[in-house]
């Protein structure tokens, strides 16, 4: 197969992409990538010399660019592109909507345009918005998204829905619950506490900390992608999910006891506004349909994940240079401040 897979410099992206060339000796692919903020080459490095891959820097949105990636024709396009982390949707949610919704919609329109065989948008549990304390998302559960990036998220959905509807385009959306893993941004919970935690710096834990979150391994959730665009129904949506559902005050002490570090470095900030209070999916459609299930084990994975930052130091402490260290600060010092006032007080 010949793939054109969009966002692969990002965190599941590049995981991705090395999965599938390592699983398929046939396949090639051609990542489009803008570079964000998000987007490193440095995650691409053990494929970029070799010849069944290609990567061109653009922007999803840029039908030039998009046409120009497709060349003389791809298989399928798996769309990973997008701003993808809800504290800066919250901030502001412009280029949300320019790559999300916007981006998407240029996406499909190419596919149709090039008579491409199969597209898969990589979407999340998010979509259906937040759970009290039972019961799980299935594919059936109407979407109810309460942060601009999971509204952004739930639009480009549905215009894939619609381009499959209307236009007859083979389309696939896969809906997954929190990754961790390699290579991701020092911006989401896991990779945050840990590279805090081994820079002994405060972990900014929002509210009361007994938010849930359902966390699946980056492999798993690749590998469940890889199966629904080969053998997935068209038109369907599957939920992936890893089953392992931890408040993260426990991510927090899991990490700081990992790392030999002490729990008074947990901060408790400011709470994120409209913080979605529970995620769980049922993910038994693609467990019955296509003999998909997680392998990874959570223990072990977030032990291998924090051994992983740890041994992979200068990648996260080049990430966390530059223009990381202002949206820390605006994002963070501030409550952090305000936290370790209220300590004080307490004292
Ligand atoms: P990420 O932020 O690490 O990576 C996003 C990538 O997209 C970056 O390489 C960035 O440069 C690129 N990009 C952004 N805007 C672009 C544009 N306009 N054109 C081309 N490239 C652009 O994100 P991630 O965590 O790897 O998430 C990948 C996808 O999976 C997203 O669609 C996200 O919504 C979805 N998802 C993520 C999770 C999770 O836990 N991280 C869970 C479920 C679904
Ligand atoms: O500093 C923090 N402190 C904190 O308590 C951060 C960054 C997060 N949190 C909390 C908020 C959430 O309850 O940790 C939980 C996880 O937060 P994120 O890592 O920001 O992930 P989440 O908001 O759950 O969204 C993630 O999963 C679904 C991804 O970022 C999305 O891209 C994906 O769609």
Not at 2 to 28: C, E, K, W
Not at 205 to 214: A, C, F
Not at 275 to 292: C, F, S, T
Not at 316 to 323: K, L, M, N, P, Q
């Amino acid at each position: 197969m010949r793939l054109l897979v969009t966002g692969g410099a990002g965190f599941i992206g590049a995981n991705y992409v090395q999965q599938v060339l390592a699983a398929h000796p046939d396949d090639s692919i051609v990542t489009l990538d803008l570079l964000t903020y998000a987007g490193n080459l440095a995650n691409l490095e053990s494929v970029l010399d070799d010849p069944r891959h290609r990567f061109v820097r653009g922007d999803i949105a840029d039908r030039a660019a998009v046409a120009a990636a497709i060349g003389d024709g791809v298989d399928a396009i798996v769309n990973f592109a997008a701003e993808s982390h809800v504290d800066r949707s919250i901030a502001d949610a412009g280029a949300f909507l320019a790559t999300n919704v916007l981006g998407t919609q240029v996406l499909l329109d190419a596919a149709r345009a090039h008579g491409v065989g199969r597209f898969l948008q990589v979407s999340t549990d998010e979509v259906y918005g937040s759970l009290g304390p039972s019961g799980a998302f299935s594919e059936e559960t109407p979407l109810a998204p309460n942060s601009p990036y999971a509204a952004s998220k739930a639009a480009a959905d549905l215009l894939v829905r619609a381009a499959h509807h209307t236009h007859g385009l083979p389309a696939f959306v896969t809906r997954c619950s929190n990754n961790y893993g390699p290579y991701q941004f020092p911006e989401k919970l896991i990779p945050l506490f840990v590279t805090n935690a081994l820079a002994d710096q405060p972990l900014p834990l929002y509210g009361d900390g007994r938010q849930v979150r359902d966390w699946i391994h980056v492999e798993d959730h690749c590998r469940g992608i890889d199966l629904v665009l080969r053998e997935g129904r068209v038109g369907e949506v599957y939920n992936l999910g890893g089953g392992n559902e931890r408040e993260n005050i426990e991510i927090a002490g899991c990490i700081l006891e990992t790392l030999g570090k002490p729990r008074s470095l947990i901060r408790h900030v400011t709470d994120r506004l409209g913080h979605d209070r529970r995620y769980a999916i049922d993910a038994r459609k693609i467990e019955r349909e296509l003999g998909w299930k997680p392998r990874r084990d959570f223990a072990r994975g977030l032990r291998d994940t924090i051994e992983w930052y740890r041994a992979h130091r200068a990648w996260w402490e080049a990430v966390r240079s530059g223009a990381y260290l202002d949206y820390y600060e605006g994002m963070y010092g501030q409550r952090l401040r305000g936290a370790a006032g209220a300590e004080e007080d307490r004292t």
